[in-house]
């Protein structure tokens, strides 16, 4: 069963630390993506990459930053966590372009407080 | 810029009740439009993609219907297990695989 793996379902870290979240996924797709899901403001993008080394922001980039150094992992750094930045995180990973019964594929998420 | 609104925000239904969920979006140039369904706690899961005004999918008690302006998603006789939230999404034909998503419907469907 293809898949993409978040490394942590529950992380809590403390307030000025830097927080790695991991994502890796099994498909050989070229894009990936990280989102945050917070009650009332639905899924947000923070960061998307159409390629290994490549990366765009997504809406919310401030205070986050990736990394994609293999096609099939997707890194999301946290540089100093702050308690506004307690949320779902949500990783997906996608062919280049939507065609008939591909969607994101997402990981199950990793639920970050931050202390 | 792309906007999807869902509506409504929550709908309860009793046991075999038929419903319908609204997505009504804006995007210049609908590449596709995406419902997904997500349990509490989980990631979303892929449900349709619809392509085209007048395109029509079924899976099971779902069907997705999709016009230049908005994307239906109706429930037959649904059961307690299709209570969960249902997103829809839209990707553009210049955004290269990104979607905007709409803030979703939570459905509880009452035994």
């Known amino acids: 069963d293809v898949k993409v793996t978040q490394s942590s379902r529950y992380l809590v870290k403390r307030t000025g630390e830097k927080v790695f979240l991991e994502c890796v996924q099994d498909m050989d797709h070229e894009n990936m993506f990280w989102y945050r899901q917070d009650p009332g403001l639905g899924l947000r993008l923070i960061y998307f990459s159409y390629d290994v080394k490549m990366k765009e922001k997504g809406d919310i980039p401030e205070g986050y930053s990736v990394s994609r150094e293999k096609k099939e992992r997707f890194s999301l750094i946290l540089e100093s966590a702050s308690t506004n930045q307690t949320s779902m995180y949500l990783c997906?990973?996608?062919?280049?372009?939507?065609?008939?019964?591909?969607?994101?594929?997402f990981g199950s998420g990793t639920r970050l407080t931050v202390v | 810029e792309d906007q999807v609104t869902q509506s409504p925000e929550a709908l309860r239904l009793q046991e075999g009740e038929s419903s319908s969920l609204n997505c009504s979006y804006t995007?210049?140039?609908?590449?596709?439009l995406f419902w997904y369904r997500q349990d509490p706690g989980k990631g979303p899961e892929f449900l349709f993609t619809?392509?085209?005004a007048g395109e029509e999918k079924e899976k099971e008690r779902l069907k997705a219907t999709l016009t230049k302006k908005e994307s239906f998603l109706h429930i037959t006789a649904p059961k307690p297990e299709d209570s969960a939230t249902y997103l829809c999404a839209v990707q553009a034909r210049t955004n290269a695989g990104k979607s905007t998503f709409g803030d979703g419907t939570t459905l509880t469907v009452k035994p």
């Open positions: 995007v210049s140039g609908l590449r596709g």
């Open positions: 997906a990973s996608s062919p280049p372009q939507a065609r008939d019964g591909y969607g994101y594929t």
């Open positions: 619809l392509y085209s």
